[in-house]
Each structure stands twice: as C-alpha cells, then as structure tokens.
C-alpha cells in the first residue's frame, strides 16, 4: 500500500486515490472533493487508462464507475481486487439490490451512491487501514477475546506486535493460501516468543 509506505506520519492526508468515470462532471467533483481533503487523486475515462496507471503508480484506493462503457467493470473489480489487494469502492446512480451485490460479490470493499458528497470521502481511509491490517496479520482463526486469554494466563499479548512480528518471521516460508500454526509463549514481562 503507498499510503503506510510513504506516508504514515501525515495520515490520512496523501492518500493516493485512482478515480475511473467516464463522465468527466464526475470525475471533477471527486477531484475537487479530494483536493478539500488534501488527498492525491489521478482520474482517468477509461479501464484501459486504469490498467496504465495501476502498473506505473502505487495508490491505496480505486473509486470505479460501475456502467463503464465497452467494459464489465465488475470484471474489472474482480481482477484489480485479485492482482493487486487495493480497496475498491464501485460507485453508480445504479443503487438497484442487484448492482449492489454484484459489486460486493467482485470484491468491492463498498458501494457508493451517486451523487457523490464530501462525507463519503471523508470515511474513506477507513477501508485503506482495513485492508492494509487485514493483509498484515495472520489468517487467524476467530475464536473469541476470552479463549486467548485463558491460553495465555495471566500473561497479556499484544497480538498485534505479535502478528506483526510473526509475519516478518515468516515472510520467506509463506505459500499463498496455506495456513501456518504458530506457538506462543508468553513471559511475565509482556514479551513473546
């Protein structure tokens, strides 16, 4: 992700935004929206266009009209949410049930009304940081809060720092997709093993 690259300490502001509409009032409102909000956006008419910018720039969110015309944007989402893990809101004056669960079901991380307003906008980051600690961390089996503190004891874990930590262990035996087990052991002064 671009943003906790190269811009932690100034978050949210910097966040890096492509912007894929082909009508250009649209794509001017999210321009305009984001300069309000000191975030980067590039805007582009056209899923080639997308294509282009997604292998030449980083960026940590795509907003994408979902009626682009000549393409199957939600083919499109699919494959940007496959190949590259960035969020991705679809936006439509489409709002029908059906639009909707087609863009979630390709992958979308929300659905965006049109007309488009500032506070949309403003939440954004919200999904970037989701995405971001989601692809950071372990997929750990939910379990309940209490059924890890039983296992620990009386011994507290920040299981952040832990999957952080496990991650950066591990990050040369990974294969995509296969679990990997793990054993904790706890200290008395908060450390881990």
């Not at 939600?74 to 669960?101: E, N, R, W």
């Not at 980051?125 to 997929?139: A, D, G």
Request: hydrophobic share 45%.
């Amino acid at each position: 992700m671009a943003l906790f690259a190269n811009h932690p300490s100034s978050f949210p502001a910097g966040l890096q935004i492509l912007a894929v509409d082909h009508h250009v009032a649209a794509l001017c409102t999210i321009q305009d929206i984001c300069n309000n909000l000191s975030c980067q956006v590039i805007t582009c008419c056209s899923v080639s266009d997308a294509w282009n910018y997604l292998f030449a720039q980083n960026f940590d969110i795509i907003l994408i009209e979902a009626c682009m015309p000549s393409n199957d944007t939600f083919a499109f989402v699919g494959q940007m949410t496959s190949l590259f893990k960035f969020p991705v809101i679809v936006m439509s004056l489409d709002h029908t049930p059906s639009c909707v669960m087609q863009s979630i079901a390709k992958g979308s991380c929300a659905f965006w009304s049109k007309p488009l307003h500032e506070n949309q906008f403003k939440n954004m980051w919200q999904h970037v940081v989701r995405n971001t600690l989601s692809e950071s961390q372990l997929h750990v089996a939910r379990m309940p809060l209490a059924t890890y503190i039983v296992g620990l004891g009386q011994y507290r874990l920040n299981l952040m720092a832990f999957c952080k930590d496990l991650n950066a262990r591990t990050q040369k035996f990974k294969v995509a997709d296969t679990p990997m087990t793990a054993t904790i052991t706890a200290y008395k002064d908060n450390t881990f093993e």
